[in-house]
């Protein structure tokens, strides 16, 4: 079973940036759609981000921010932060995006922005 494992979180001020990485355990079927997801504090995890396609989609409060990728020879996912807000600070997993294909949670990789 494949397993992520995500890093390259940190503390960023406001407006700042950041690369998120993914690295999955085994390889990744290139037709399964593969998503960044976050958990604000007291919130419930939400999808921000999955490839489709050779395209992606984005939830309203990230887009024009962040940007996913995949390097399918790396076997790593990536999401590009930009513009960094307060209320982006979340812990950051990535996983597939139909329940059918989910894998257990990683540890997930923190983001803080302070303003």
């Known amino acids: 079973q494949v397993q992520f494992v995500e890093s390259g979180g940190g503390l960023v001020q406001l407006g700042g940036s950041l690369r998120l990485s993914c690295k999955a355990s085994?390889?990744?079927?290139?037709?399964?759609?593969l998503g960044w997801y976050r958990q604000c504090p007291g919130k419930e995890r939400e999808l921000v981000a999955h490839?489709?396609?050779?395209?992606?989609n984005y939830a309203t409060s990230v887009k024009g921010r962040f940007t996913i990728s995949r390097d399918g020879a790396k076997n790593t996912v990536y999401l590009e932060m930009s513009s960094l807000k307060p209320e982006d600070t979340a812990i950051y997993y990535c996983?597939?995006?139909?329940?059918?294909?989910?894998?257990?949670w990683g540890q997930g990789t923190q983001v803080t922005v302070s303003s």
């Open positions: 996983n597939f995006v139909r329940e059918q294909h989910r894998v257990p």
């Open positions: 085994g390889g990744i079927n290139r037709y399964y759609l």
């Open positions: 490839d489709i396609g050779g395209s992606a």
